[in-house]
């Protein structure tokens, strides 16, 4: 996306976005074929009393060590007749291509990291285990946050489990703390609004200066077409993007309104710069960081980033919902889940999903976590002050990362959704570019959405026909 000893957490940063984002663009015309050789979930296995070796595959080779020692305690806990673990790590760059050829060969390994970018493509194609009849039977929601699992279900666009979620990422309004209050305003609170909103960014946007004619911190949320800017917002005010009956690109009215509000930021508020003109100088994590804007949503995963390059320069760490729209009916979070997944012709669809639940949860701990990533494991997220440290910025206001994690859902996944969504050289063609388009004033709002409806539209008819 969807822009990591790193982490579990690092699978899916925005710094690289391999897996979400860019990877996601040529689709599976190599690997669709395939479910005519899988029987998703069907697999008969024997009891497992014999001697099992499983192979796990993961994408990040500075876990080599953790790998080591998670495979280790789990030979040792599950005798009799014992289970060997195999972890091969490949490069993120390579994962996808390689998992890709073992497919084409029938030979996916029993465990194997996937990105919620592939979910419904694999889950259609049969290369997923079907994880229902586990589910069911286990008491897998007492561990786990079920909403966790539940989004992962969505992205599949099926009404089954595919996957076994470690780790959510999501959104959050992070402010300026600093900032705020040398302004005099309140810092955002769970119910705040698009209106208290837009009253906070116009106190919050100075020429420091005295008065050069030249905006030196912008108050209102810094963004361009990105899709961790704009989804929050849309779903924030109860907005849809995509028919689900057609799916089709069709935003309602919701979704149309809180990209209209986004865009009125720029050209009419004057509370946000228009990014082309304004920020070319700058990355899109230095805006907030280095004090331009007092207020940016975007991934919790970026809580890490910022402790590690702003440190107490400033009190920055407030994180807070992102402000509910007037159509807005319940606090719906944006977020996707880091999953494993299991073969569908594994030999040991038992032992696999035994495993798949131990490196999600028991068999980890919580300092393997890019901070701001949320564990899917209830054990390792409620475990203070370790998630939210009161040392550290953010401190306490880290506890509504857990709130959303337990709370509803929603994202904007599908097949070809990083084609459509625009990223991995489509920017020009995507969602992202028909809001750039817009708020560097190259089109109108019409027009931009007229045009950009068709395009996001021929790639959604490939995948969905």
Not at 204 to 233: C, M, S, V
Not at 305 to 327: C, F, H, Q, Y
Not at 434 to 450: K, L, V, Y
Request: glycine share 8%; aromatic share 12%.
């Amino acid at each position: 996306m969807p822009d990591h000893i790193q982490s579990f957490a690092s699978q899916t940063s925005d710094t690289q976005r391999s897996e979400s984002d860019e990877e996601t663009t040529d689709g599976f015309d190599s690997t669709t074929s395939l479910g005519l050789l899988f029987a998703a979930g069907k697999t008969e296995s024997k009891a497992e009393t014999e001697a099992v070796e499983l192979e796990w595959w993961t994408w990040d080779p500075d876990m080599l060590e953790q790998n080591q020692q998670i495979i280790s305690a789990f030979e040792a806990a599950n005798p009799p007749g014992g289970v060997t673990i195999n972890n091969t790590i490949v490069g993120t760059k390579e994962y996808w291509t390689k998992i890709r050829i073992q497919a084409n060969q029938n030979k996916l390994p029993d465990v194997f990291t996937m990105s919620s970018g592939y979910i419904e493509e694999w889950a259609k194609a049969g290369l997923l285990y079907n994880l229902d009849s586990f589910i069911e039977s286990d008491d897998t929601f007492t561990n786990f946050y079920q909403s966790i699992f539940d989004s992962s279900r969505e992205i599949s666009n099926t009404d089954s489990y595919y996957s076994i979620p470690f780790a959510l990422v999501t959104t959050v309004l992070y402010y300026n703390k600093d900032a705020f209050d040398a302004a005099g305003v309140a810092y955002p609170s769970d119910d705040w609004t698009w209106d208290d909103f837009k009253k906070a960014a116009k106190l919050l946007t100075i020429d420091k200066n005295g008065g050069d004619g030249k905006t030196d911190q912008w108050g209102g949320h810094w963004f361009y077409g990105r899709y961790a800017h704009i989804e929050p917002w849309v779903y924030a005010n109860n907005g849809k993007l995509i028919d689900k009956n057609t799916m089709q690109f069709n935003p309602d009215k919701n979704a149309m309104d809180a990209i209209k509000m986004l865009t009125d930021l720029v050209l009419m508020d004057k509370v946000a710069p228009p990014p082309q003109k304004d920020m070319t100088s700058f990355q899109q994590q230095d805006v907030f960081s280095q004090g331009v804007a007092a207020m940016w949503v975007d991934g919790s995963w970026f809580v890490d980033t910022l402790r590690k390059n702003v440190g107490d320069d400033m009190r920055w760490g407030g994180i807070a919902r992102v402000p509910s729209g007037p159509e807005g009916v319940s606090k719906v979070t944006y977020g996707w889940p880091d999953s494993y997944a299991l073969a569908p012709n594994t030999k040991h669809p038992e032992m696999a999903w035994k495993f798949a639940k131990y490196v999600s949860g028991e068999g980890i701990s919580l300092d393997v976590y890019m901070a701001g990533k949320i564990p899917s494991a209830k054990s390792l997220a409620e475990d203070p002050p370790l998630f939210a440290d009161p040392n550290n910025q953010p401190g306490e206001e880290m506890n509504l990362l857990i709130k959303q994690a337990s709370g509803p859902m929603t994202t904007s996944y599908t097949m070809g959704w990083s084609e459509w969504r625009g990223y991995g050289g489509s920017e020009s063609l995507g969602l992202n570019g028909t809001i750039d388009a817009i708020i560097n004033s190259h089109m109108g709002f019409d027009e931009a959405f007229r045009k950009g409806t068709e395009n996001i539209n021929s790639v959604l008819k490939r995948y969905y026909k």
